[in-house]
């Protein structure tokens, strides 16, 4: 169990500009999420993969936002067209999903994202 | 929503004495989990609670949960300067089903002083 890890840890980005982050989960965990969260917030959730499959993907998303997780592994998210409010700390966790309900979560440490 | 309110948003107190922090939440639910961050930091899990329990013990951490009010509290006990971090309760929502997935309140800030 090496934990999940992002990457990168920090990006500096100008407005306008496209991101990319990645997640490597726990590697027998079948849940990833990502979480983004503003100073003085709670992770506000974006979206979750079961495998490979996107399950869900929240309404405050907009479609500059896109995830991937090929091959149920890894996990990229991708922010096109940055704007300064995308500025915040982008978490990604993973999770072992059993009967209906999650166990629990192992979170990455992050990657902060600043649009200048 | 579903998800769930900490109270008091911030705490200080000194060490070695006991902090208590708690979570009030709306609808019914399959577990709720308390994770901690410090600063900068990804969450790590803390402890989890099932509906059917009303307490749980983990080293200084007591957990407790109480269904027909809807709410649970962490307590800390003998706090250290390290416990210095903030604390997010977190429930399913919706609370069963293959669709659910973890919500998070703001959090507790919490600083111990030494």
């Known amino acids: 169990d090496t934990g999940v890890s992002q990457d990168p840890r920090h990006k500096i980005t100008k407005r306008g500009q496209n991101v990319t982050f990645r997640c490597d989960p726990i590697?027998?965990?079948?849940?990833l999420y990502w979480y983004r969260q503003t100073l003085g917030q709670g992770p506000e959730f974006l979206t979750y993969?079961?495998?490979?499959?996107?399950?869900?993907k929240s309404r405050l998303l907009s479609d500059r936002f896109s995830a991937e997780r090929p091959k149920g592994s890894f996990s990229t998210l991708e922010i096109q067209r940055t704007e300064q409010g995308d500025s915040a700390m982008y978490l990604c966790?993973?999770?072992?999903?059993?009967?209906?309900?999650?166990?629990?979560?192992?979170f990455g440490s992050g990657t902060q994202l600043s649009v200048l | 929503s579903q998800q769930g309110e900490e109270d008091p948003q911030a705490l200080s107190i000194q060490e070695g004495e006991n902090a208590t922090m708690n979570c009030s939440y709306k609808?019914?639910?399959?577990?709720l989990q308390w994770y901690r961050q410090n600063s900068g930091r990804g969450l790590v899990h803390l402890i989890l609670?099932?509906?059917?329990?009303r307490e749980k013990h983990s080293g200084r951490l007591r957990v407790t949960l109480d269904t027909s009010k809807k709410s649970s509290s962490l307590l800390i006990t003998a706090s250290r300067a390290a416990d210095t971090a903030s604390y997010f309760c977190?429930?399913?929502?919706?609370?069963?089903?293959?669709?659910?997935?973890?919500?998070f309140g703001k959090g507790i800030t919490l600083s111990v002083r030494p």
């Open positions: 609808t019914s639910i399959n577990n």
């Open positions: 609670i099932r509906s059917n329990e």
């Open positions: 590697s027998e965990h079948n849940r």
């Open positions: 993969f079961q495998n490979e499959a996107q399950l869900e």
């Open positions: 966790a993973s999770s072992l999903f059993g009967v209906w309900a999650n166990e629990k979560l192992f």
């Open positions: 977190a429930t399913e929502y919706p609370f069963y089903g293959a669709n659910s997935k973890l919500t």
